[in-house]
């Protein structure tokens, strides 16, 4: 079983960046769907990005401000964040498991694989 780890996160202004990484014990290339999440206090997880098999899906909110990429040695997961408002302010995780076909989405409880997350907190 893989095991995640987030780091990158912090208190920024709104208008700044953070890019996030999640580094994974095992091989996360080709193979498998990697999604980042949030969570703030009290609310459910929501699903903002997704990798399958190389192609990114974003929940509308962070389209065209986040990215989410993996590294060539298909061991770190990425979240670059740009142009951040005080509503992105969650604790932020990444979330792996097997691809076995039929797409991968941002359900979170498709996922095997978490870490412990990281606080993103945007406020002036």
């Known amino acids: 079983q893989v095991q995640l780890e987030e780091s990158g996160g912090g208190l920024v202004q709104p208008g700044e960046s953070l890019r996030l990484s999640c580094s994974a014990s095992?091989?996360?290339?080709?193979?498998?769907?990697l999604a980042w999440f949030r969570q703030v206090p009290g609310q459910a997880r929501e699903g903002i990005s997704v990798?399958?098999?190389?192609?990114?899906t974003y929940k509308l909110s962070v389209k065209d401000r986040f990215t989410i990429f993996r590294d060539d040695a298909g061991n770190t997961l990425f979240l670059q964040m740009n142009s951040l408002q005080p509503g992105d302010t969650a604790k932020y995780y990444c979330?792996?498991?097997?691809?076995?076909?039929?797409?991968?989405?941002?359900?979170?409880?498709?996922?095997?694989?978490w870490g412990q997350g990281t606080q993103v907190t945007v406020s002036s």
């Open positions: 979330a792996a498991r097997i691809d076995r076909g039929g797409g991968c989405f941002l359900l979170d409880h498709q996922y095997t694989a």
């Open positions: 095992l091989y996360i290339g080709s193979g498998y769907c």
């Open positions: 990798l399958d098999n190389g192609y990114p």
